[in-house]
Nanobody, 112 residues
Framework: QVQLVESGGGLVQPGGPLRLSCAASININSVNAMGWYRQAPGKRRELVAVATRAGRANYADFVEGRFTISRNSAKNTVSLQMNSLKSADTAVYYC??????WGQGTHVTVSS
């Protein structure tokens, strides 16, 4: 079974940075894509960013150039570097890979 474990969430002030990491139990080069989703209270889970095995990255419109998704095949991890965070970014962030596998999520709270 594919296991995904997120880390790096926490409390950050508006405008600040935060880096999330996802550790996979598999060789991430064996799957077509990995990415990050998020879910805020009362809202649907939404795509944040996806990185493909071919090396392409796709981002949701709300990212607005602030986030970067990166794959580290040596460590089988996928990170999400988030900068210029807003209160609207407050959510539980989930690691995902194709085949509908999900991590348990890591909380990100953007607040003063």
């Amino acid at each position: 079974q594919v296991q995904l474990v997120e880390s790096g969430g926490g409390l950050v002030q508006p405008g600040g940075p935060l880096r999330l990491s996802c550790a996979a139990s598999i060789n991430i080069n064996s799957v077509n894509a990995m990415g990050w989703y998020r879910q805020a209270p009362g809202k649907r889970r939404e795509l944040v960013a996806v990185a493909t095995r071919a090396g392409r990255a796709n981002y949701a419109d709300f990212v607005e150039g602030r986030f970067t998704i990166s794959r580290n095949s040596a460590k089988n991890t996928v990170s999400l570097q988030m900068n210029s965070l807003k209160s609207a970014d407050t959510a539980v962030y989930y690691c995902w890979t194709c085949g509908e596998y999900w991590g348990q999520g890591t909380h990100v709270t953007v607040s003063s």
